[in-house]
């Protein structure tokens, strides 16, 4: 089976690569958000996508075309009434899932498959809670995801097989390559690598031992990446790990607490989130990481 109307309910950074991405290649796309002013929000953010596929692919038109073919709506219930597939990707919060998936389960069709974007919860955490756990699976995106085009694909216990197998397909069909993992591992492949990684330069601003210019240098120096730690932050943007650290704080794991509120302090109440936001660790679009004598003193 190939599927036709895909909805993308969540319309923010991650959110609106994937309805870009998966428009771009051809499928009928509707982006749900819960209001208007998300709506107003998520087309400013794809306005932004044009320019970027456009000159990425080297096709204005096609990317001219992914852009006006998309449709919005804040009614879940008309957002989902032809979805094939819907993917979701809304704030990491169990609440705010829970919630989400179970008004989806009253208003989304029989044939629907429900997938989940979540960086860090399982896709067993909240089955119960679609309405269709056999349909239910995660399908995970990196940031920037026409150039990082991987898509990790994990079941949980109860799903089956053949859902499984579609959105393997469909990944590969938005231009993506996949990757079935055979089991539930919090974070996939490529967050159980890098969320330790950028805890490790945060955890180390955190305590005063350097800034965050100084520890990217130091990474980017040493092992030739192109980005540190606190670089590849301002893509994720300040959202995610001030939630994730607000999270491990009341899970009691130490140093998180100071993490999240120096998120909230200096990056957040400034609006100093991340690229999207024209600074974030840097200021863009001339990050000084970018520069060609950033690693030379």
Do not use: C
């Amino acid at each position: 089976m190939s599927y036709k109307n895909v909805t993308i309910a969540g319309s923010g950074v991650l959110g609106s690569q994937i309805a870009f991405q998966t428009a771009f290649f051809g499928f009928n796309v509707t982006v749900y958000d819960i209001n208007d002013a998300a709506i107003e929000h998520a087309k400013q953010l794809f306005a932004k996508h044009k320019e970027t596929y456009a000159a990425y692919f080297k096709d204005e038109a096609r990317a001219q075309q992914a852009f006006e073919s998309l449709n919005y709506s804040t009614d879940l219930a008309e957002a989902v009434k032809d979805a094939d597939l819907i993917v979701e990707a809304v704030p990491e919060r169990m609440d705010i899932k829970k919630g989400f998936y179970e008004q989806l389960a009253q208003v989304a069709p029989e044939k629907t498959v429900f997938a989940s974007n979540s960086s860090t919860m399982l896709p067993s955490q909240f089955a119960e809670f679609t309405g269709r756990p056999e349909k239910f699976l995660a399908l995970h995106f990196a940031n920037e995801i026409w150039h990082n085009n991987t898509a990790e694909i994990m079941g949980h216990p109860g799903t089956d097989a053949q859902y499984a197998e579609q959105v393997v397909e469909f990944a590969r069909e938005i231009g993506m390559i996949p990757f079935h993992l055979h089991k539930e591992q919090p974070g996939y492949i490529l967050n159980s690598l890098l969320v330790p990684f950028l805890d490790a330069g945060m955890q180390l601003w955190a305590k005063g031992v350097a800034d965050p210019e100084t520890i990217d240098k130091n990474w980017m120096i040493a092992t030739g990446a192109p980005r540190g730690p606190f670089a590849i932050l301002d893509v994720v943007g300040m959202e995610t790990p001030y939630n994730l650290n607000l999270a491990k704080a009341a899970a009691g794991i130490p140093g998180t607490k100071e993490i999240a509120e120096k998120l909230k302090t200096e990056y957040i109440d400034q609006g100093k989130m991340g690229i999207n936001a024209g600074e974030g660790f840097y200021k863009y679009p001339n990050p000084s990481y970018a520069a060609p004598d950033f690693l030379k003193k």
